[in-house]
């Protein structure tokens, strides 16, 4: 061996990374999200790592959170990465793509994309620098039909059923219903106040209230007021009635109990409680227009949303003279997956996707034979694993028990004898056909 310096490995705070039976757990899920997105006639896209930083930067609050591009050794004179980020969500990437090809796109848009994606800020529970977002888009031009505002929501509450993921809330709200009740409070600048309002799982009443009365100059009145929508919660569309017994009037605060009641109204089918009315809810970016949702734990009220999303009018205005509204939803994955490996929720399971292993003799012929059956086995569809080299039986079954595959095969080890199969779990071993064998 040659004199080197050893860098001693370490995890990256915020760069999470998985046992192989783990991983083999985040697969299964990623399977089933993309399931579900197909099941509605969504179609996947991917685009690329990096996108302008104009274009990044554009989004506002997210902007320190940028990573830039640049290469470690850099030629001065090439200016091609000075100007790219890696993109810190998938909607600004998806509303680019949209306007690039928009000619050859069937609009409305249906289209869903998983993808990582990577965020400058400090790692904590359930924030990561790295993480994989699953999202779903309908853009369409010029108008988005209602319809989907509550299809989905319904999309992403089939897949967490599925996944049976701890008991968990999809909160929904409007975003014109807090504009248009604060338009009719008398409010001079209805989305500071709705940013304010969106801290308040982490600020509470006391902490919202200061600033709403302090930095935006509100009456105690309208504080009050603020307070008491924010206090609203509902699992049918009679919380309507509880916003309109408030007492405050706008056009648009009733436009947007229009369309929060057909959300309701349409989900009611649902578990009563895994759909929620809270008014509470604000998501505080501002290209948010209507609907709004955020999905939470139950039982881990603190811990960040697990999905979320919103209606917007015209994210990809800066690409195209084309109105484009759209409206989406985004599943956590990292978030999710990574509370549920830390609490001892998520149910591990083998460290090889093997259904089973091929037994390797020592003699060449019958080495040759273990090779051919594992060949007739995977074009049959069943994943083989064939071990190394010729050893000792019993150290190539402790290999398989390591790693848990559930299945040894044995070939023949001598003409006119059977093939043989042992279930590791069970320890029976039996007579098997490679043409007809099939997993149990």
């Known amino acids: 061996m040659t004199d080197q310096q050893v860098v001693r490995p370490a995890a990256i705070s915020g760069f999470p990374e998985w046992l192989p039976e783990v991983r083999l757990v985040e697969q299964h899920w990623l399977d089933v999200i993309r399931a579900g997105f197909e099941r509605y ?13 104009d274009v ?9 959170e940028v990573y830039t591009l640049r290469r470690l050794q850099e030629d001065q004179n090439d200016t091609s990465d000075a100007k790219l980020g890696l993109h810190f969500d998938l909607t600004v990437p998806f509303a680019r793509y949209i306007a690039q090809h928009f000619n050859d796109l069937v609009f409305p848009f249906k289209r869903y994309q998983i993808q990582r994606v990577w965020r400058g800020e400090r790692a904590q529970e359930g924030r990561f620098r ?32 599925e996944l049976r ?34 801290k308040l799982d982490k600020i509470g009443v006391s902490g919202v209230s200061e600033l709403l009365s302090q930095k935006i100059g509100l009456t105690d009145r309208q504080v009050g007021a603020c307070v008491e929508l924010a206090s ?9 009635e509880d916003v309109t017994g408030l007492g405050i009037r706008s056009e648009l605060l009733s436009e947007g109990l229009d369309e929060l009641a057909f959300v309701l109204d349409s989900l009611s089918d649902l578990p009563t409680g895994s759909l929620l009315a809270d008014l509470s809810i604000a998501r505080g970016l501002d290209y948010y227009t209507g609907t709004v949702y955020e999905g939470k734990f139950t039982d881990w009220p603190g811990y960040g949303s697990i999905c979320s999303g919103g209606r917007y009018e015209n994210l990809a205005g800066s690409y195209i003279r084309r109105n484009l509204p759209g409206i989406g939803m985004s599943i956590g994955l990292t978030r999710i997956f ?46 083989v694993e064939l071990y190394h080299q010729p050893d000792k039986v019993g ?4 290999y398989a028990s390591r790693k848990g595959i ?5 070939p023949p080890l001598s003409e006119g004898r059977e093939h043989e199969v042992k279930d590791l779990v069970s320890g029976e071993q039996t007579a098997a056909d490679p043409e007809t064998w099939q997993r149990p």
């Open 395 to 398: 150290k190539q079954v402790r």
């Open 41 to 53: 006639g969504f179609c996947s896209v991917e685009t690329p790592s990096v996108e302008p930083l």
């Open 338 to 383: 990574a509370k549920l490996l830390a609490e001892g929720l998520l149910p591990t399971g083998p460290a090889s996707p093997s259904d089973l292993l091929m037994v390797l003799p020592e003699g060449r012929e019958q080495a040759a034979e273990a090779a051919a059956t594992a060949g007739l086995l995977r074009r049959r569809g069943l994943k």
């Open 165 to 198: 993921l701890p008991a968990w809330t999809i909160n929904v709200n409007n975003r014109k219903v807090l504009q248009g009740f604060y338009q009719g409070l008398g409010v001079d600048d209805p989305l500071e106040v709705i940013r304010t309002v969106d």
């Open 232 to 240: 609203l919660r509902g699992t049918d569309a009679s919380v309507v």
């Open 56 to 64: 990044l930067m554009a989004k506002g609050e997210t902007s320190q």
């Open 130 to 161: 790295e993480f994989t977002q699953c999202d779903i888009d309908v853009i369409n031009v010029d108008h988005v039909p209602l319809h989907f505002d509550a299809e989905l929501p319904r999309i992403i509450h089939e897949i967490m059923s």
């Open 406 to 410: 559930p299945y040894i095969w044995f």
